[in-house]
């Protein structure tokens, strides 16, 4: 989607209907387009990403969070880190913000149907997946079993509260809620204080017919895939996203390459099996 | 085969009357600095064999380039279409390496998504190149990239610099038009080949260096890099950007993949020591590119040899690179 | 930030007759600002062209606050401390003095008027002194004219 | 250099050090280039001479091995400086002393077209800094290798001319400042050259707030640049190193040695890495420094 002139870097102006706080530091913006010809014809898949501006702090990369099946807005979780993400959060209701997308590939949705799902996320490592677990709850006669393992630092730090309610109250999906073993740690009854790797060990998932789809922090990542390959599994049925730092979205800007893979282009969605072959470099 | 033969003053009565009707970039000193330039009125255009600090990329990915203006209020915003330069822009006595660089990037510039700032820019382009029959200086090693720098088919038209005079020939209808304001007469031209490169060297690196992803000889290949910019900038094909927002403006600048805040990101950086991205820098021109585009990220113009403040010579480290092999004992540190 | 920007080039294209100059003042928390809380309390009046920041200490004023704040559309900045020997924190003064005189050495070596930058010694009871400061201060600028530089 | 090898190669066996870094000669100007030498048989290519402008303890920082380097006696103020900040250890690296008198100005051999060093250098020749130069000998050396270089009469002021230069008024200062940093293109080598440009983070990485702007446009350039000037302050040694990268000339020594003169003039003299015992100016305070532009 090129904006008219084919000035491919100026964006969609998209308005802010609703923002709330996932955690003291993440908040989760919903966005319509300002243009309701562009709105409606605005199409995407889950595990895309956009380039979102504020005017005056500059643009950055988000995946949209929300999932395809929920039509007329776009929504994307922000943590507060730096220059951008910073004037994000000042933004309130009726603001206005710059996007340009969708750009990149998406979870193969059609290789999982009739498949058993298992999500596993960490931190704001949920957003891209809360996509995809939406269009598949959606659509959910689609699918065999999903289950949904999450953790974070601390039950405060759990992203997507509202939803991990219904999630829990659902028949739809099994849900594993895990905080980190940290001194002091304190949770709820049905929150495991774990890492994920234990919890993995224990449940012991067995890879028949069935595809994980992950994402977090790198070094989560890491060992869940390694864990995951101990338990026997093949590299192809784990698929992770990935996140470089990225300024263009649309392969010309040279920062988001991992050998010869661009992230915008080839990814951010890729299979294990995929991510083994890259040059150690991300 | 019949070109334009023309004088001196005859191309500089060309350039002059050239310069009142259209925009002329040439090379013109400045303080004993050559470099493109917009050609005012009396300059004094250098039409020897030197070779520009900076390459004729800058005319077409401008070091700072406006991609809109916005007027942000609270509720409202606006945004302003850069005001548009429609003047047809003549590129005066490029080098064939310098436009056959254009030739390559026009593949990322368009790859799947076509930029329109670059597009633009290379259709009102009129490019004259003066063929190179032999190197400019002892650092050209275009020959070693398959580059014939005696002609320039993607040039809209080409200037031979002999003992008796210059020969011009057009390729395109550009360039015919272009060459209209320089007098002279056509006449039997000779052959022109290039002579006198001192070496030439393999620069098939693509599959070698993605083997040697992890050699530990990548640490010791360029050691002495300092991080800085002016390889990059120099560089005919470098075309990595970043995009700021400043004072009411998104625009879009150059940026070094050698430098430690390219990929830095606030919690990770991908490649945190400089052998890394420097690594990156060679990769992406010798391996990347030619993987995805199948051409070579370079064209042997040897800026980056000629300004390298630490006297890095690149050819060299593509000789490294030749004999790069696998690690014996695992390099990663 | 855009805003500023705007302010700024607006202001330059002023017209200099009438000219009221910004003016950034860094107060000290421990000394000048009390000192010009002072001022307010005893009903001394003093130009109103100041706009005060209030610091932990003159020490704390780096370089580049003062730079951005000429670029930012001021015209003069003041940086006001605690009196040498007072300082809350026995030394940033003495440190900020060296700081800001180095600064106007820079200033003054790329072309841009030392007196731009001025710097004052008020302790807290000093109220009248602030407004003779702020006066004073006020009055350099507005001779100097409105900054154009940066 | 004979001796200078045999040095290098007895550290190296003897595992004293991971690596040497010193200079190698080169086919182009100025002739030689910074080498690092990790192999005993490797140390015939050491050469030192008067195209061994480089700076080399700009390498030191986050090398991460135990280093001997070949350190001109200007270049050793630098370290001094470092060793102040408490950035460099004295003990974390061998020092290689030389004798120099004199190195070549990089620009000036190109210009001329030269395809060798000359045999002996002329003053015409020779870099600026090395025409007031009044420490030949690296001082405080681990070795020494080589011959003394018997101290010369300094043939030009080191602030000549600043005075006069400086002497104009704001507005031609600004003017001339802003037209010279026009043409800088942000490449960054002046600072990524500069052996006292340490930080991990430099302030024009930083983004909020976004202190220097990046783009080459506006007045951006000049920030930068004071912001530099400003880093510089009192910690310059003069090695030249910035001037010699710049790939658009930009004259940067001038605004560093009129700052340099300055500090010398108001803080008792100072100089950067003269003596240990002295602490930077801005590291440092006295009760009696001046207070004249004070209200």
């Known amino acids: 989607m090129t904006a008219e002139n084919g000035n491919l870097y100026k964006p969609h102006i998209v308005t802010v209907t609703e923002v709330w706080e996932e955690t003291p530091t993440i908040k989760t913006f919903r966005m319509v387009f300002d243009d309701p010809k562009v709105g409606d014809n605005f199409t995407f898949k889950a595990g895309q990403f956009g380039e979102y501006s504020v005017f005056g702090e500059g643009e950055a990369t988000f995946c949209i969070a929300n999932s395809p099946t929920r039509k007329g807005y776009i929504e994307c979780s922000v943590k507060e880190v730096a220059r951008m993400t910073h004037g994000l959060h000042l933004l309130d209701v009726g603001d206005k913000v710059g996007f340009r997308g969708p750009y990149g590939n998406w979870f193969p949705l059609e290789e999982m149907k009739g498949k058993k799902l298992m999500f596993i996320g960490g931190g ?73 790797p234990p919890i993995l060990e224990e449940m012991k998932p067995n890879p028949k017919n069935r595809i994980v789809i992950t994402c977090g922090p790198p070094i989560m990542i890491k060992l869940v895939t390694a864990k995951l390959e101990e338990l026997g599994w093949p590299a192809e049925q784990i698929i992770t996203t990935l996140e470089m730092k990225m300024k263009c979205g649309l392969g010309k800007c040279g920062r988001c390459n991992i050998g010869s893979t661009y992230v915008c282009k080839d990814g951010p969605v890729f299979t294990y099996e995929q991510i083994r072959s890259f040059p150690q470099e991300y | 085969m019949k070109m334009q033969k023309l004088s001196e003053d005859d191309i500089r009565a060309g350039l002059d009357k050239l310069s009142r009707e259209t925009v002329v970039y040439a090379p013109m000193e400045q303080e004993g600095r050559l470099d493109f330039r917009k050609m005012e009125k009396g300059g004094e255009v250098e039409l020897g064999a030197r070779k520009t600090i900076m390459s004729a990329k800058k005319l077409f990915l401008p070091q700072a380039e406006e991609l809109f203006s916005f007027k942000a209020g609270k509720h409202s915003v606006e945004m302003i279409d850069p005001p548009k330069d429609e003047e047809p822009l003549v590129l005066f006595a490029c080098r064939p390496c310098e436009m056959r660089a254009l030739e390559i990037m026009d593949k990322v510039f368009n790859w799947d998504y076509a930029d329109f700032q670059w597009n633009e820019r290379r259709a009102r382009a009129t490019i004259i190149v003066f063929a190179c029959l032999e190197p400019l200086t002892e650092t050209c090693f275009c020959n070693s990239l398959g580059i014939d720098s005696s002609r320039s088919d993607g040039a809209d038209a080409i200037i031979y610099t002999t003992a008796e005079g210059f020969f011009a020939r057009a390729h395109s209808e550009k360039g015919k038009k272009a060459l ?63 995009i700021q927002d400043e004072g009411g403006r998104r625009v879009r600048l150059w940026d070094y993949c050698t430098g430690a805040d390219f990929t830095l990101m606030l919690a990770h950086q991908p490649r945190p020591t400089q052998y890394r991205r420097y690594r990156q820098k060679v990769m992406h021109k010798y391996s990347y590119y030619p993987t995805r585009f199948g051409e070579i990220l370079c064209t042997g113009c040897g800026r980056c040899i000629d300004q390298c403040p630490q006297n890095i010579d690149f050819r060299e480290v593509l000789k490294k690179c030749n004999r790069l092999a696998p690690a014996e004992t695992g390099g990663e540190e | 930030m855009a805003d500023a920007e705007t302010t700024a080039k607006t202001k330059k294209k002023a017209d200099r007759t009438g000219f009221e100059p910004h003016i950034i003042g860094f107060l000290c928390n421990w000394c000048t600002y009390a000192g010009a ?64 005189m180095i600064l106007r050495e820079i200033f003054s070596a790329m072309g841009i008027n030392p007196e731009r930058l001025q710097m004052s010694w008020c302790s807290a009871a000093e109220g009248a002194k602030w407004a003779q400061i702020v006066a004073q201060v006020t009055e350099k600028i507005r001779e100097l004219g409105p900054f154009e530089g940066i | 250099m004979e001796q200078l090898i045999q040095e290098a190669k007895k550290l190296l066996e003897e595992n004293k050090v991971d690596v040497v870094i010193g200079y190698r000669s080169s086919p182009l100007p100025p002739f030689t280039r910074p080498a690092f ?56 690296y061998l020092l290689i002393g030389v004798g120099c008198s004199g190195q070549v100005d990089e620009r000036k051999l190109r210009e001329g077209g030269f395809d060798r060093l000359p045999e002996q250098l002329s003053d015409e020749l020779m870099a600026d800094k090395c025409l007031y130069c009044d420490q030949h000998n690296t001082p405080d050396a681990d070795i020494f290798v080589g011959d003394e270089v018997e101290s010369v009469e300094p ?98 020594r001038t605004l560093y040695k009129r700052i340099a003169q300055k500090i010398e003039g108001f803080f008792y003299g100072y100089r950067a890495g003269n003596n240990r015992e002295q602490l930077p100016p801005l590291q440092d305070f006295n009760k009696d420094d001046s207070a004249d532009f004070i209200l």
């Open chain 2, 180 to 242: 209209k304001v320089f007098v002279g007469k056509d006449e039997e031209a000779p052959e022109f080949t290039t002579r006198d490169f001192p070496e030439k060297f393999n620069t098939d690196l693509q599959e070698k260096m993605m083997e040697n992803f992890e050699s530990p000889t990548w640490k010791e290949i360029a050691p002495a890099c300092i991080g800085c910019g002016i390889c990059t900038f120099v560089c005919p094909t470098c075309h990595c950007f970043d």
């Open chain 4, 37 to 92: 030498i990790r192999r005993p048989e490797d140390c015939e290519q050491l050469v030192f001479n008067c195209g061994s402008v480089y700076n080399l303890t700009r390498y030191l920082i986050g090398l991460g091995e135990k280093p001997a380097i070949v350190v001109k006696g200007c270049e050793q103020r630098g370290l001094v400086v470092l060793e102040q900040e408490n950035m460099l250890p004295r003990d974390s």
């Open chain 3, 37 to 100: 809380d002072l001022a307010g309390t005893s009903r001394i009046g003093y130009p109103t062209n100041i706009k005060a920041v209030r610091v932990p200490c003159s020490g704390r004023v780096d370089a580049m606050y003062v730079i951005n704040a000429l670029k930012n559309g001021a015209d003069g900045v003041l940086v006001s401390g605690c009196h040498p020997g007072d300082c809350h924190y026995n030394q940033g003064n003495y440190y900020a003095r060296r700081r800001f």
């Open chain 1, 124 to 196: 704001i490592g949920l957003a891209p997946l809360r996509s995809l677990i939406q269009n598949v709850l959606d659509t959910r006669k689609d699918f065999d079993q999903v289950d949904i393992i999450y953790a974070a630092r601390c039950e405060e730090e759990f992203v997507y509260k509202r939803e991990i309610e219904e999630w829990k109250a659902s028949s739809d999906c099994g849900l594993c809620l895990a905080v980190d073993p940290i001194p002091d740690q304190v949770c709820g009854d049905d929150v495991r204080v774990s890492f994920i």
């Open chain 4, 155 to 252: 043939r030009t002021e080191r602030y000549a001319g600043l005075d006069e230069f400086f002497a104009q008024d704001y507005e031609e200062l600004y003017h001339h400042w802003t037209e010279v940093f026009s043409r800088c293109i942000r490449c960054y080598a002046c600072r990524n050259i500069c052996p006292l440009c340490y930080c991990e983070q430099c302030i024009s990485y930083v983004n909020m707030p976004q202190w220097l702007p990046r783009s080459v446009a506006d007045n951006n350039n000049y920030l930068f640049h004071m912001r530099r000037v400003l880093c510089m302050a009192g910690r310059c040694i003069d090695c030249g190193e910035c001037e010699r990268a710049c790939p658009v000339d930009i004259p940067l």
